[in-house]
Nanobody, 127 residues
Framework: QVQLVESGGGSVQAGGSLRLSCAVF????????MGWFRQPPGKEREGVAA???????SYADSVKGRFTISQDNAKNTLYLQMNIVKPEDTAMYYC?????????????????????WGQGTQVTVSS
């Protein structure tokens, strides 16, 4: 059974940094898209960052230059390094994956619809 477990969220002041982690269990597909989406309070889910099987990445315009997605295949873990955070980054953050090869750009758009995602980790940025 596939299980994704996020961690690393918390409260941080604007301009600070956080590193989110997503441990993946029971997932054996080699061709897949993985990434992070978020849901701010009272708003729709939105893709934040995605990485495809070939290592290509894609980011939402709102986080480009501030967030970095990476993965450690040996540890089956996905990361999101969040730098220079802003109050508008406040949201519940989820990692998600799907055994499809979409390319990073399409993966980013489709993230909120993927079958496999975790319970989320809350990020709160104060001004």
């Amino acid at each position: 059974q596939v299980q994704l477990v996020e961690s690393g969220g918390g409260s941080v002041q604007a301009g600070g940094s956080l590193r989110l982690s997503c441990a993946v269990f029971g997932y054996t597909y080699s061709n897949n898209c993985m990434g992070w989406f978020r849901q701010p309070p009272g708003k729709e889910r939105e893709g934040v960052a995605a990485i495809d099987s070939d290592g290509s990445t894609s980011y939402a315009d709102s986080v480009k230059g501030r967030f970095t997605i990476s993965q450690d295949n040996a540890k089956n873990t996905l990361y999101l390094q969040m730098n220079i955070v802003k109050p508008e980054d406040t949201a519940m953050y989820y990692c998600a994956t799907e055994p499809v090869g979409l390319g990073a750009t399409m993966c980013l758009l489709r993230l909120p619809t993927f079958r496999y995602w975790g319970q989320g980790t809350q990020v709160t940025v104060s001004s």
